[in-house]
């Protein structure tokens, strides 16, 4: 790839990785068979609403570097074609790391110039493009999306002067600042390839760090719009309700509804074909999948009711996961509960 360099600053990035290989251990008991990128938000496998936002930003190619259940991925996504972007998979046999990953799945990119990269557990509303617009502007090597929160222990800080990133601060006790990696960046393809091959690289812990330690253009795009991890259940069930809400932005969501399979009711997602009887009450933010049946007289809130699952009369369900073609006995009371994992 002897010409990387001269396309990288020459255009807005047309290829993607989405980063789709982990475990999902925090989503427990969703992900026993599941993997975390292809659970529902708001009707949707959550890769979509990436694989949407990536398209509709000009990416025309995305590899999903996979890991774990690698196989669920490829039957629905295929070769991108139903969703008019090229998708390829690069599987990891073992789970090497963010940049490990990173390095392994870029093998497959066909074209030049850079490479966004998506973390496949954040659903935000920050503008891609603009993203991709700063990181042409400024000739960056790296570009972080990056953003505030009350509380930034948990993540990456990360210290800026101007747009100008001065260190980073993987997961510590006394973050300096609360503008956090919001984990989607832009990388250049000479970035890329000095990744080590084949062993586990944290890009958090290790390329970043080092590259700001040998003088590399990082640059930050600060965006104070929507921003979640949807690594926990009530994560995943809060960006359900927050698509549902309009607090919350995907194109794929926006497509969803205006097809006419779901509608939006009391706040609540609920498929056309849904067989809910007149007195049931579906209320806060719940979502109800294709073919589910809701008895006489039930009553659920904020929780996600799957494909073709069936809610007895007179159950009440606040906060709950009901796992596709499950049922749920009548006058059955739960909350915060899952069934059919």
Same mark, same amino acid.
């Given at each position: 790839m002897e010409n990387s360099h001269d396309s990288?600053?020459?255009?807005?990035?047309?290829?993607?990785?989405?980063?789709?290989?982990?475990?999902?251990?925090?989503?427990?008991?969703?992900?026993?068979?599941?993997?975390?990128?292809?659970?529902?938000?708001?009707?949707?496998?959550?890769?979509?609403?990436?694989?949407?936002?990536?398209?509709?930003?000009?990416?025309?190619?995305?590899?999903?570097?996979?890991?774990?259940?690698?196989?669920?991925?490829?039957?629905?996504?295929?070769?991108?074609?139903?969703?008019?972007?090229?998708?390829?998979?690069?599987?990891?046999?073992?789970?090497?790391?963010?940049?490990?990953?990173?390095?392994?799945?870029?093998?497959?990119?066909?074209?030049?110039?850079?490479?966004?990269?998506?973390?496949?557990?954040?659903?935000?509303?920050?503008?891609l493009r603009e993203q991709m617009q700063l990181h042409v502007d400024r000739e960056a090597d790296v570009s972080l999306y990056l953003t505030e929160v009350a509380d930034a222990r948990a993540f990456g800080a990360v210290e800026l002067n101007g747009d100008s990133i001065t260190t980073f601060n993987e997961k510590m006790e006394n973050p300096p600042t609360n503008i956090i990696n919001a984990g989607c960046y832009i990388f250049n393809r000479e970035i890329i390839e000095s990744i080590p091959a084949a062993r586990v690289v944290s890009v958090e812990r290790e390329t970043f760090p080092q590259l700001l330690a040998s003088g590399a253009k990082l640059v930050g795009y600060v965006d104070r719009s929507y921003w979640l991890d949807i690594g926990t259940p009530a994560a995943l069930l809060?960006?359900?309700?927050?698509?549902?809400?309009?607090?919350?932005?995907?194109?794929?969501?926006?497509?969803?509804?205006? @097809?006419?399979?779901?509608? +939006?009711?009391? =706040?609540?997602?609920?498929?056309?074909? *849904? %067989? !809910? $009887?007149?007195?049931?009450?579906? @209320?806060?933010?719940?979502? +109800?999948?294709? =073919?589910?049946?809701?008895?006489?007289? *039930? %009553? !659920? $809130?904020?929780?996600?009711?799957?494909?073709?699952?069936?809610?007895?009369?007179?159950?009440?369900?606040t906060s709950t996961f009901v796992a596709d073609g499950s049922e749920i006995p009548d006058a059955l009371i739960a909350e915060n509960s899952f069934f059919g994992f």
């Open positions: 990288s600053h020459s255009g807005l990035a047309k290829s993607a990785i989405l980063l789709v290989g982990g475990f999902g251990t925090r989503l427990h008991p969703l992900t026993f068979k599941t993997p975390k990128p292809m659970l529902k938000v708001a009707g949707i496998p959550f890769t979509e609403h990436q694989i949407v936002k990536a398209r509709d930003a000009g990416i025309t190619e995305i590899v999903l570097a996979t890991s774990y259940l690698a196989e669920v991925f490829e039957p629905h996504f295929g070769n991108g074609e139903k969703f008019g972007i090229k998708i390829s998979y690069a599987v990891e046999e073992v789970a090497l790391g963010t940049g490990g990953a990173i390095r392994n799945a870029a093998e497959s990119l066909e074209n030049d110039g850079s490479v966004v990269i998506f973390n496949g557990d954040v659903l935000s509303s920050h503008s809060k960006a359900t309700q927050d698509l549902i809400a309009g607090t919350a932005q995907s194109e794929a969501f926006d497509a969803l509804v205006a @097809s006419g399979d779901f509608v +939006i009711k009391n =706040g609540s997602l609920v498929a056309s074909d *849904a %067989s !809910i $009887a007149t007195n049931s009450h579906i @209320s806060q933010g719940s979502f +109800i999948d294709s =073919g589910a049946t809701i008895g006489e007289s *039930a %009553s !659920i $809130a904020g929780s996600i009711i799957g494909e073709g699952a069936v809610v007895g009369a007179r159950a009440d369900l």
